[in-house]
């Protein structure tokens, strides 16, 4: 499977990325989906210093990874999606590319009426809630996994009570 992992944490090339998932994986691609990022040569900027030489980065709109998914062999290929919030993953689904899973990192607190989902750090605003919803009645699995050692906590129930 040449899309190994959709990941969603609001930090998107950090230290845990690199030392973690890009070993665990043994990525040779990190496709960072993101619509506003993708016109932000600033921010690209800076993400691609902090991704190290060996991985290829890339940016592109929810729309054109959808599209270049679709039509695009990416065989041989270990790829990871990276967004810092659910939307991107939803535009891709509602532009006819569903991903299987997603699985859910950090997600800092930036306001009071966020709710915390599991143990760890990551807190969903309401929108996110509805965006995971939404997505899932496409058929998307979505888990919590902080790390490559965590086992993945499915998240239905979380979703089925907010």
Same mark, same amino acid.
């Given at each position: 499977?040449?899309?190994?992992?959709?990941?969603? =944490?609001?930090?998107?090339?950090?230290?845990?990325?690199?030392?973690?998932? %890009?070993?665990?994986?043994?990525?040779?691609? %990190?496709?960072?989906?993101?619509? =506003? %990022?993708?016109?932000?040569?600033?921010?690209?900027?800076?993400?691609?210093?902090?991704?190290?030489?060996?991985?290829?980065?890339?940016?592109?709109?929810?729309?054109? !990874?959808?599209?270049?998914?679709?039509?695009?062999?990416?065989?041989?290929?270990?790829?990871?999606?990276?967004?810092?919030?659910?939307?991107?993953?939803?535009?891709?689904?509602?532009?006819?590319?569903?991903?299987?899973?997603? !699985?859910?990192?950090?997600?800092?607190?930036?306001?009071? =009426?966020?709710?915390?989902?599991?143990?760890?750090? !990551?807190?969903?605003?309401?929108?996110? %809630?509805?965006?995971?919803?939404?997505?899932?009645?496409?058929?998307?699995?979505?888990?919590?996994?902080?790390?490559?050692?965590?086992?993945?906590?499915?998240?239905?129930?979380?979703?089925?009570?907010?």
């Amino acid at each position: 499977m040449p899309i190994v992992d959709v990941r969603l =944490d609001d930090r998107l090339i950090h230290g845990q990325v690199c030392g973690y998932w %890009i070993p665990f994986y043994a990525l040779n691609q %990190i496709v960072i989906v993101d619509d =506003d %990022i993708v016109h932000d040569s600033m921010r690209k900027s800076a993400l691609r210093f902090g991704c190290p030489q060996k991985v290829k980065l890339t940016f592109h709109s929810a729309k054109k !990874t959808a599209e270049l998914l679709l039509r695009t062999d990416v065989a041989g290929k270990n790829i990871m999606l990276l967004c810092n919030k659910p939307k991107p993953i939803l535009k891709m689904a509602e532009c006819g590319y569903v991903v299987p899973q997603v !699985t859910i990192g950090n997600i800092s607190p930036v306001k009071n =009426d966020q709710v915390h989902v599991g143990t760890g750090t !990551t807190y969903m605003t309401q929108e996110m %809630i509805s965006d995971f919803k939404k997505l899932m009645e496409f058929g998307t699995k979505v888990v919590l996994r902080e790390t490559p050692t965590d086992v993945p906590q499915d998240l239905t129930n979380f979703f089925a009570m907010h």
